[in-house]
């Protein structure tokens, strides 16, 4: 089955920036989205199709997918983004959804 | 603004069947996919399956065996069963919803509900 592995945690002070990568193979080819969820409360979609943000969503959240790594990049870190982050894709080889493991950001 | 709520009982026991349902307000059920997901406590998350109005389903492998679920678009409600339940079902469960035209992803949540399973 279809694997995405992420860094379990990433620390940035406010203000900097953020990566969060996402590693499938060949993930390039699929169509990548990103999740936020912050404690006791359902995921979020930040960024859908690789680098689309859907409505509301800061402009400071981007995406990028090539090769075997999606990232999704987190700019001028805000308190308010210390959060868990997940990727997912929808596998078309074996018709269902895959989700990465997680990364914790945490603002220093 | 469309909306989806879990509902039912917090607490299941072993060997018996958990069984939730989502129901969907401020938009309709038809055009779209709906999923159910679930997050043990501190640990991420995973894709039960899906459901499409016209009955179409897919499961993940690692549960297909025990898991069915069902829609009923005059209530604009789906449903979930897992059947012979044990302490690693334990989860938080979610309902989502992802498009037809974008189905890889899901664009609204449900709160989740906490599912214990106890012996």
């Known amino acids: 089955s279809y694997v995405l592995t992420q860094p379990p945690s990433v620390s940035v002070a406010p203000g900097q920036t953020a990566r969060i990568t996402c590693g499938g193979n060949n993930i390039g080819s699929k169509s990548v989205h990103w999740y936020q969820q912050k404690p006791g409360q359902a995921p979020v979609q930040v960024v859908y199709d690789d680098s689309d943000r859907p409505s509301g969503i800061p402009e400071r959240f981007s995406g990028s997918n090539s090769g075997n790594t999606a990232t999704l990049t987190i700019s001028r870190v805000e308190a308010g983004d210390e959060a868990d982050y997940y990727c997912q894709v929808w596998d078309s080889s074996s018709d269902h959804y895959v989700f990465g493991t997680g990364t914790k950001v945490t603002v220093l | 603004q469309v909306q989806l709520q879990e509902s039912g009982p917090g607490l299941v026991k072993a060997s018996e069947t958990l069984s939730l349902t989502c129901t969907v307000s401020g938009g309709s059920i038809s055009s779209y996919y709906w999923t159910w997901i679930r997050q043990p406590a501190g640990k991420g998350l995973e894709w039960i399956g899906r459901?499409?109005?016209?009955?179409?389903?897919n499961y993940n492998p690692s549960l297909k065996s025990r898991v069915t679920m069902s829609v009923d678009t005059s209530k604009n409600q789906f449903s979930l069963n897992v059947n012979s339940v044990t302490a690693a079902d334990t989860a938080v469960y979610y309902c989502a919803r992802a498009p037809s035209w974008n189905y890889g992803r899901f664009d609204y949540w449900g709160q989740g509900t906490l599912v214990t399973v106890s012996s």
């Open positions: 459901i499409y109005p016209t009955g179409s389903t």
